[in-house]
């Protein structure tokens, strides 16, 4: 089984990042399983902004129509918690899709009644909020609380100096504190915090689960590559990936200038 892992951080700027989130990939990867840890030319520089965010998904179509057109792997990871082209390529690909808030979520839920999200600055609450109400979990969703790293390359140092490392693992213990206080039962941190609190073997606060995400990602992934194989069914065609017409597909790479997608 070969999956596409991919993340939106810099694969120059963010490599101490991707490495240990490949650290933990490979760590939980069944034997037979290779997850290869992607992550884009540019980066994610401010994708809690939603031009910026823009202009980061479409790096991630990129890498998925690549995977379409190799059809060399068993499923692709959107290993980004903003859930970048997530429609775009279940529409597309003939492989399992597997989000990370889509699976961080529905997973809390069936560990306690309530979670709470502990998300990278302020103005990242509102979409984060956004998403998980989408998934209409309101009634599940305590409270979306924040670290205050403003800079998503800042995070890279948390896993080169240990004081840096140190600063955000406190800062998560008091923004779950606050999470907690609200009725979450559940934690989930979105982004290299959850690499670093895994990487560090922190699973807990309070008594309180904090899902190592990156490592679920794989098992889900590697149960939905299973299903397909038992199966031929990976994703519903009804409606809302709906999968567009190989004519369509060949006019819209013309138009474009899409290679990937020039064969439909």
């Known amino acids: 089984m070969r999956i596409w892992y ?29 997850v290869e840890v992607h992550g884009t030319p540019h980066g994610a520089l401010a994708d809690n902004y939603r031009l910026f965010y823009h202009y980061d998904t479409r790096e991630v179509i990129r890498n998925g129509l690549k995977v379409r057109q190799s059809g060399e792997y068993d499923a692709f990871v959107i290993a980004n918690s903003l859930e970048p082209a997530v429609v775009d390529l279940r529409e597309l690909l003939d492989i399992p899709v597997i989000s990370f808030m889509e699976v961080s ?23 984060y909020r956004e998403i998980a109400v989408g998934y209409g979990l309101r009634d599940r969703l305590a409270a979306v609380e924040s670290v205050q790293i403003n800079n998503i390359r800042d995070f890279n140092t948390v896993f080169t100096d240990t004081s840096v490392g140190d600063m955000l693992r406190d800062q998560v213990f008091e923004a779950s504190r606050r999470a907690i206080a609200q009725g979450a039962e559940v934690i989930i941190a979105p982004g290299p915090s959850t690499a670093l609190m895994a990487s560090r073997g922190i699973h807990e606060v309070d008594g309180v689960p ?13 149960a939905m590559v299973a299903m397909h194989k038992l199966t031929g069914i990976h994703v519903s065609r009804k409606r809302l990936y709906q999968s567009p017409p190989t004519e369509l597909i060949k006019k819209a790479a013309a138009i474009q200038g899409i290679d990937e997608l020039k064969n439909g």
């Open 6 to 34: 991919q993340l939106l951080s810099a694969e120059d700027g963010m490599k101490y990042s991707i490495a240990a989130t490949q650290a933990l990939a490979t760590r939980a990867a069944a034997p037979g399983t290779t």
């Open 105 to 127: 979520c529905f997973t809390a839920c069936t560990m306690g009644e309530r979670f709470g999200l502990v998300v990278p600055n302020e103005k990242f609450i509102p979409r």
């Open 210 to 222: 904090i899902l190592d995400s990156y490592s679920l990602l794989v098992k889900i992934a590697e």
